[in-house]
């Protein structure tokens, strides 16, 4: 099933996200998914991303069978929504350590260089002096 986003409207400190769903061209109804701002804030979900986040429960509740589905008609969000954004964030948090692990140390160079870090007080450029 798809949803399309219509916008949302704000009574004090709730938005209340609008979504229609459309099967094969035929509307099956309206979703209104309302959060506390505080929740978004608390979950570190940004305002942008909020409509994503409803968007994201349309969808697996839609996987989950039409008796899923039903539930969102008039929702509001509570703090064990949450929970999925989480394991999904730690998630990504553990690949991105992995990958740093990952890197090649930075080797210093081998006594056999001619790359000497110093003064140049043997050097014969330690000779010249300013005019």
């Known amino acids: ?9 704000q009574e004090g400190n709730r938005r209340c996200f609008l979504f229609r769903a459309a099967e094969e061209h035929i509307s099956t109804g309206g979703y209104s998914i309302q959060v506390d701002l505080g929740l978004l804030l608390k979950n570190q979900v940004p305002m942008q991303e909020a409509p994503m986040f409803c968007l994201h429960l349309l969808t697996d509740a839609s996987l989950g069978g039409p008796g899923n589905l039903d539930r969102l008609r008039r929702y509001t969000v509570i703090g064990d929504d949450f929970k999925q954004l989480h394991v999904e964030r730690q998630r990504e948090a553990a690949e991105r350590l992995s990958k ?3 890197r090649r140390p930075i080797r210093k160079h081998s006594n056999m260089s001619n790359l000497h870090l110093g003064s140049f007080s043997n050097s014969p450029y330690s000779r010249v002096r300013p005019v």
């Open 1 to 9: 099933m798809h949803f399309a986003y219509d916008g949302f409207t």
């Open 100 to 102: 740093k692990a990952s």
